[in-house]
């Protein structure tokens, strides 16, 4: 097997990918907070980490993934970690319980997931469900001098961190600059440094999610749910860490400090950060109010007022936003999403996603075609090598637009073998049904639209049964009904075009 080179955000470069056991993966990556519907650009992230977990199955891995849910600690600048939580104040706003708020966007994220086709993490821990496990690191932290608590309030001391430590190992960025580029925050007087972050917040009485702790009644900081449960589920030191790169220098940039204020030992080997989609160059972002929903853009996704992930106005989109002249299939999407690697941005708009839906098209045609190709005794092309490139393509750091273009290269030799202008034995027929299964399926996660298997090979058997009788009422000198039989085909979309080897068929 060809080795998996992965860009690691730690490095800055990409390295040979070494699982800690030869043959598991632990992955951890940051999951939605859910005060509102999932957009666009959130799932683009997880399609990501998706195709990469379904690369490492496929090339034998054993995965843990674990992928969170945040429910509770988030507040709204995230940044400076200050304002009202997310998902506290959906629930004040709303009159609801916030795990009603949580519940509600759940069914929608996982709905959206699954249309996506992104496979279910393996374990899909929340925040909420992990106090226990925030609260015991919180303690460590504190015992191993990197956090202090004031007035029920605890704080990670990032400056005294940073003595022995490189606090911006992640980010690239010296303690000075990214001093410099923080503002004092008034009501945060009680923090020693500019730079501390809440490992755990002292409640005010009208705060409504609050728990018990050492410190009085609270609840945890944003970034410590992160490092706790993915400490709990996969080791202090594990594999993979994902997330887009907006998480890099303050939620990632902590994750790593609170693991080693605990632990002493870094807890990532490899992080990997997926780039923004984003909106006339902007990143698409629920801040910025430039988000598309899922809701807005599928076909098939049709919510009723009354489900339990609907909102008032999700029940009236269903598929349509006037920037978008039609609703498209989420596999469309999730194509238009592999199509840039992930590292790089990805603008959304109304002729990309036209262009993809083409360009699907024509892939899943050639998948069609290849099921009925006639094999000749030899091949002129080697298909072998396209398999190799495929396989070099995902092991350079997942570059799934280069392994679009070997599959491209397939449906090229699939539609000129068609034409009879190439050749391929029964073997290579075989080797492309499999890097069509193992690639466009199991690996990128595509779905073969309308036509299941079994309408495929239907379809398949009618046709040749059609060739056939047409055939018979040829050797019949009956050309007329010859005629109409491949006229016929044509006005219901069927091309059939008669070669010395016999008759083959296209769907135009
Ligand atoms: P959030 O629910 O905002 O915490 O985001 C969940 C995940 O989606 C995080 O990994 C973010 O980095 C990612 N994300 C947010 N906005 C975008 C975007 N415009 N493009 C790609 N990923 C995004
Ligand atoms: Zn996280």
Known sequence: MQPLYIHNTLTRKKELFKPINESHVGMYVCGPTLYSDVHIGNCRTFTSFDIMYRYLLHIGYKVRYVRNITDVGHLEDEVAGVGEDRIGKQARLKQLEPMEIVQRYAFGFREVMSLINNLPPSIEPTASGHIPEQIEMTQKIIEHGFAYEKDGNVYFDVEKFAKSNNYGVLSGRSLDDQLNNTRELDGQEEKKGRLDFALWKKAKPEHIMRWNSPWGVGFPGWHIECSAMSQKYLGETFDIHGGGMDLIPTHHTNEVAQSVGCCGNAPVNYWVHTNMLTLNGQKMSRSLGNVFLPVELFTGMKLAADSPSATPSQAKLDGK??????????????????????????????????????????????????????????????????????????NDDFNTPILLANLFECARIINTVNDKKETLNVADIDLLKKIYKDFIIDVLGLKREEQSGKSVEALNNVMNLVIDLRKKVKDNKDYATADEIRNRLQESGIQIKDGKEGTNWTIN
Do not use: W
Request: aromatic fraction near 12%.
């Open 321 to 394: 936003h006037p920037l978008f002249e039609k609703a498209y299939s989420p596999n469309v999407v999730r194509f238009f999403m592999m199509q840039t690697h992930y590292a790089s941005t990805l603008d959304f708009s109304n002729e990309a996603l036209q262009g993809s839906e083409k360009g699907f098209n024509r892939l899943m045609e050639s998948y069609n075609t290849l099921d009925k190709l006639t094999p000749s005794a030899t091949s002129s092309v080697d298909i072998k090598k396209i398999q190799e490139a495929c396989y070099a393509a995902m």
